[in-house]
């Protein structure tokens, strides 16, 4: 094999390696800082792409999700001189790999240092109580001061989250007495509220309970007088019944036998005087005075 050849497959090797070193992969979630000659060029989406050999150099690969920084605590004095310690998390991502590249050098330190004062500030102009019953306040404070620092280091800050504010030992215990004490007070009272609202529901049952057997007996009492007049009408009618039968028997059998009975008291007051009467063999007078028999034996003997 001659020099010619070696040299050839040399440099074929040399420019296969150069093409190879030349080609980057940039990854779903990344972005890729170029530079040309030491300076800026240009910023890689994802995708396989080709660099000048020699020319352009792939300067750094800025991941662009999102990303927590814990805070490390720290001791923070309140309005009212009180030491708590503070721990917060803050939550980012990369808006512009070129600005996250060239405005900052340690973005992890600055964010730290920027919030650690910016913890120091809020919670020194708010009281204890403050301190710790206002987290959504301190959040939102500490969100929007950061976000506004980041913004020209090409970074988004989403959220901070205070995960834990701890007072003083001493002053911890009496609020934990406190609490305690409140607990105690808020269960007594939610004891007297349950034992009112038995009280007022036995009284509300008893009431009800009042009305329905009131109710009962009033239509018990109807039901017994629509009785007792049913029963009233039932025997009205059964006597007005009987009224009218006697009525009617008095009229069939009684009515005759009283005219005649007028007609003998008459006749007695007319013979009191010595009166001589004429009556007629056939007047319904000579059955009354019993003078039919009489007549009739007279006429036999004749």
């Given at each position: 094999?001659?020099?010619?050849?070696i040299?050839?497959?040399?440099?074929?090797?040399?420019?296969?390696?150069?093409l190879?070193?030349?080609?980057?992969?940039?990854?779903?979630?990344?972005?890729?800082?170029?530079?040309?000659?030491?300076?800026?060029?240009?910023?890689?989406?994802?995708?396989?792409?080709?660099?000048?050999?020699?020319i352009?150099?792939?300067?750094?690969r800025v991941?662009?999700?999102?990303?927590?920084?814990?805070?490390?605590?720290?001791?923070?004095?309140?309005?009212?001189n009180?030491?708590?310690?503070?721990?917060?998390?803050?939550?980012?991502?990369?808006?512009?790999?070129?600005?996250?590249?060239?405005?900052?050098?340690?973005?992890?330190?600055?964010?730290?240092?920027?919030?650690?004062?910016?913890?120091?500030?809020?919670?020194?102009?708010?009281?204890?109580?403050?301190?710790?019953?206002?987290?959504?306040?301190i959040?939102?404070?500490?969100?929007?001061?950061?976000?506004?620092?980041?913004?020209?280091?090409?970074?988004?800050?989403?959220?901070?989250?205070?995960?834990?504010?701890?007072?003083?030992?001493?002053?911890?215990?009496?609020?934990?007495?406190?609490?305690?004490?409140?607990?105690?007070k808020?269960?007594?009272?939610?004891?007297?509220?349950?034992?009112?609202?038995?009280?007022?529901?036995?009284?509300?049952?008893?009431k009800?309970?009042?009305?329905?057997?009131?109710?009962?007996?009033?239509?018990?009492?109807i039901?017994?007088?629509?009785?007792d007049?049913?029963?009233?009408?039932?025997?009205?009618?059964?006597?007005?019944?009987?009224?009218?039968?006697?009525?009617?028997?008095?009229?069939?059998?009684?009515?005759?036998?009283?005219?005649?009975?007028?007609?003998?008291?008459?006749?007695?007051?007319?013979?009191?005087?010595?009166?001589?009467l004429?009556?007629?063999?056939?007047?319904r007078?000579?059955?009354?005075?019993?003078?039919?028999?009489?007549?009739?034996?007279?006429?036999?003997?004749?």
């Amino acid at each position: 094999m001659s020099g010619g050849v070696i040299a050839l497959i040399v440099v074929l090797v040399v420019a296969v390696i150069i093409l190879f070193r030349s080609l980057r992969i940039i990854r779903q979630f990344e972005r890729g800082v170029v530079e040309r000659l030491g300076k800026y060029n240009e910023t890689l989406q994802p995708g396989l792409k080709f660099l000048v050999p020699f020319i352009d150099n792939l300067a750094v690969r800025v991941d662009m999700r999102e990303t927590v920084l814990d805070i490390e605590p720290q001791p923070v004095i309140t309005m009212d001189n009180v030491a708590v310690t503070v721990d917060a998390v803050v939550y980012y991502y990369v808006a512009d790999a070129k600005a996250r590249t060239y405005e900052v050098a340690n973005f992890g330190m600055a964010v730290s240092k920027l919030a650690q004062t910016n913890i120091r500030n809020v919670i020194g102009e708010m009281s204890l109580d403050e301190t710790l019953t206002s987290r959504e306040r301190i959040n939102a404070a500490l969100r929007e001061t950061l976000d506004e620092a980041t913004d020209k280091w090409g970074v988004k800050v989403t959220r901070v989250e205070v995960k834990e504010i701890e007072p003083p030992r001493d002053i911890a215990d009496a609020m934990s007495k406190q609490m305690k004490a409140e607990r105690e007070k808020r269960g007594i009272i939610l004891e007297a509220e349950a034992y009112r609202e038995k009280q007022i529901l036995e009284a509300e049952g008893d009431k009800q309970n009042a009305i329905l057997k009131a109710e009962g007996n009033r239509q018990r009492e109807i039901l017994e007088a629509e009785g007792d007049r049913q029963a009233a009408i039932l025997r009205a009618e059964g006597e007005a019944k009987a009224i009218e039968e006697v009525s009617n028997a008095a009229d069939k059998f009684f009515v005759g036998n009283a005219q005649m009975l007028k007609q003998l008291q008459v006749t007695q007051a007319a013979l009191e005087g010595n009166t001589k009467l004429v009556i007629s063999d056939q007047s319904r007078l000579i059955n009354v005075l019993g003078l039919g028999e009489a007549l009739s034996n007279r006429e036999g003997s004749k």
